[in-house]
């Protein structure tokens, strides 16, 4: 067979309805991961059956295993997504609200709260099934609210000046402050979002507001 012959064949091989192996594996990968988010966040990961994840893909069993080992896999991937997301969508709109630092703490606090609220699955993946499924103790949930904490801390700095407090106090700060959110966004949300949207946006608000009065008024005794 000539050379042209069979480069052609082997291009038609690798080649179907215009896309290459892999852009068909990575478009598999993706359905399966918007089919974790939809199963996982609507009936909680305990509930969730491999097959129940591919039907709701519309693929066979045998593309799963074409990218993830176990159901664990695929929900610390739908997890992390999750949770990058979210940072991007709050670092973009508390950015807009700088230097304004009660416009920064709301914008940051509504669009948490607001992406909470209008998507349970969202909510259920983030503070019930992740803190259950053993997959995820240790490093993947420790990163992901470290994650947060430096968000938190990079911001910080906009608040304070950098003698006011020392890189470890800042941290402790910020790492403070997103552990108190996490727990009020959790209670929350395991509750059905039973307390107006207003309450818990402003109690999550008195943290912030707390720290940044007090720090302005210690600076203001310093100077005076």
Not at 65 to 77: A, M, N, P, W
Not at 111 to 125: G, H, M, Q, S, W
Not at 142 to 164: G, K, R, V, Y
Request: glycine share 4%; aromatic share 10%; charged share 20%.
């Amino acid at each position: 067979m000539p050379q042209s012959s069979r480069t052609n064949n082997s291009k038609n091989t690798r080649q179907f309805k215009g896309l290459s192996l892999e852009e068909r594996k990575a478009l598999r990968r993706q359905k399966l991961i918007e089919a974790g988010l939809q199963t996982y966040g609507t009936r909680g990961f305990f509930a969730v059956t491999i097959k129940d994840i591919c039907q709701e893909a519309k693929l066979t069993e045998r593309y799963f295993y074409e990218s993830f080992k176990r159901s664990e896999e695929l929900f610390q991937v739908v997890y992390l997504n999750l949770v990058n997301d979210l940072q991007q969508k709050i670092v973009q709109e508390v950015t807009q609200a700088i230097p304004h630092r009660e416009e920064m703490i709301n914008a940051g606090l509504t669009i948490l709260l607001t992406v909470l609220k209008n998507d349970p699955r969202i909510a259920r993946i983030l503070f019930i099934d992740a803190v259950l499924v053993h997959e995820l103790h240790g490093q993947t949930i420790n990163e992901s609210i470290s994650l947060f904490d430096s968000t938190i801390l990079t911001f910080l700095t906009e608040f304070f000046p950098a003698q006011q407090y020392s890189t470890t106090q800042a941290s402790m700060i910020a790492a403070g402050l997103n552990g108190y959110v996490i727990q009020v966004a959790m209670r929350w949300v395991i509750g059905g979002f039973e307390q107006s949207f207003e309450d818990v946006l402003n109690t999550c608000k008195l943290a912030y507001l707390g720290v940044l009065h007090y720090s302005a008024h210690t600076l203001n005794i310093t100077e005076n």
